[in-house]
């Protein structure tokens, strides 16, 4: 039996309140609505991609908000975390159904220092890190860890932002000056006074990530390890399942899961890697950083997935069981950014699923992304060049696939003027595992090296950590790091 307006009698969550509007919270009331569940949102940007899907509140509407919902979550890991204490509070007094994630995991994952301690305490390796507190700390670190270093805010930015490379002493002085207000809270970058953080490069051959929910009563579900491309520090593209990970799935789900019941985390977590060798030669997981939310190397699982990740939140928020995660058909996931495609000219290739967050142009700006899911998984790559070929802002892309539809083009032609019908023998020239980066990861390409055609280095790469001449092995470096 049901009342009036189509809820079970039974259920006591109707609403879900998400702190955040952007394409995140408007992807998850897209999957909530299939499920019987409304949303509303905390968002000061009154026209956000969520407000198609639902009521939105101000900072400054705060009780109002929290009286239109049952049971609270986010879609943005810099959310205050006073706001988010005071709705598990509320949750604590029964007066809501919970706030998921805690805010353990936001204290956590705003902190790249308590976040890196956080996976060497639970025996996660990391890359070797420093906490740098003022210019002589730096220098040390210099020392201690080997130059090129990475140097960060601890605290605040994203994207690439309040980040830089250090290759040689020259650049420290320069370095610091840029970083250091961020020390005192007084930068732009962060109003919180927090440390900076020295990352140490580590050799590495690709960046992956593995996305898991959690449910309320402890289980845990974990996607395919998929790898993942940056430019700039933004996410280019992402592949899925990551081809040849099998034998490191394992580290990769026992990471994450450690993680999450280390937390008491409720809801979606994504996990980024590294994958480097061990002293052995042997394929080694370095774990980066965790999101603790939906997260767009995910984005895939829409289509790619029996349950995607934005459904999977939205049931552990609620505490229905978790679907699914197995993928389908191996995809391929891009961003759009800055501008609009010509919707049919990519709508016109074979496999594309395209999701527009109605968001305004603006330089790099995520606005929309692209999956890729022919149905041979042989189209696969041949039609990413052809979506490329589409995209108005190519995005660090341009370079590998723009030659290989030129290369393709020559082939054509060939096999045309020569009249040959065994298309069997035509050679595509790259292969269909090639990473974008800048190079196939065999030819190890550091991933802060430009690409033609894009504009030279404001900021390096989020994950900048890349390769040097002579690495030393991850274990070492951080036991030197630490004396």
Wanted: glycine fraction near 6%; aromatic fraction near 6%.
């Amino acid at each position: 039996m049901t009342t009036a307006n189509a809820y079970p009698v039974t259920q006591t969550i109707r609403t879900i309140g998400i702190l955040g509007g952007g394409q995140l919270g408007m992807m998850l009331a897209e999957a909530a609505m299939p499920l019987g569940y409304q949303c509303v949102f905390l968002e000061d940007n009154a026209h956000c991609p969520a407000s198609l899907y639902g009521q939105v509140f101000s900072s400054d509407q705060l009780d109002d908000f929290i009286a239109a919902a049952d049971v609270f979550t986010l879609e943005f890991e810099n959310t205050p975390t006073a706001t988010v204490e005071k709705l598990a509070n509320l949750s604590k007094s029964g007066n809501k159904q919970g706030m998921f994630p805690p805010p353990i995991a936001l204290d956590i994952a705003q902190d790249r220092l308590k976040e890196k301690q956080m996976f060497n305490d639970l025996d996660i390796a990391t890359v070797p890190f420093k906490e740098i507190s003022s210019e002589a700390d730096l220098k040390h670190a210099c020392e201690a860890l080997g130059l090129p270093i990475v140097l960060k805010t601890s605290r605040g930015g994203y994207d690439g932002k309040g980040q830089y490379v250090i290759k040689q002493e020259s650049d420290i002085k320069a370095d610091w000056q840029d970083l250091k207000d961020a020390v005192s809270g007084k930068g732009s970058l962060t109003p919180t006074p927090a440390p900076l953080i020295a990352e140490g490069f580590i050799d590495f051959s690709r960046e992956v990530s593995i996305i898991a929910a959690r449910a309320q009563d402890g289980t845990v579900r974990c996607y395919d390890l998929v790898e993942n491309h940056h430019f700039h520090g933004v996410l280019a593209k992402t592949q899925a399942p990551a081809v040849g990970t099998s034998h490191i799935f394992s580290q990769a789900k026992e990471a994450i899961t450690t993680v999450m019941n280390h937390l008491g985390y409720v809801g979606v977590m994504a996990l980024e890697l590294f994958v480097t060798k061990d002293d052995r030669d042997h394929d080694f997981l370095l774990a980066n950083e965790i999101a603790p939310r939906v997260h767009n190397s995910g984005h895939w699982s829409i289509e790619g997935a029996i349950t995607s990740q934005f459904e999977n939140h939205i049931r552990a928020v609620v505490n229905l069981p978790l679907g699914d995660t197995d993928n389908v058909h191996p995809a391929i996931m891009v961003n759009v950014l800055g501008q609009y495609p010509d919707i049919s000219a990519l709508l016109a290739i074979d496999g594309v699923h395209y999701h527009s967050y109605h968001k305004s142009e603006r330089k790099d700006r995520k606005i929309a992304h692209i999956t890729l899911m022919p149905n041979d998984v042989v189209d696969l790559e041949p039609s990413m060049a052809k979506v490329v070929a589409v995209l108005p802002n190519k995005v660090g892309l341009r370079k590998e696939y723009e030659s290989r539809q030129q290369q393709e083009q020559v082939n054509d032609d060939q096999l045309s003027s020569a009249q040959i019908k065994d298309t069997g023998a035509r050679d595509n020239s790259v292969s269909g595992s090639k990473a974008l980066n800048d190079k196939a990861p065999d030819n190890k390409t550091p991933s802060n090296t430009v690409i033609a055609d894009e504009p030279d280095k404001a900021s390096e790469p989020k994950n900048a950590n890349s390769e040097i001449s002579n690495p030393a092995d991850a274990k070492t470096k951080t036991a030197k790091a630490k004396k």
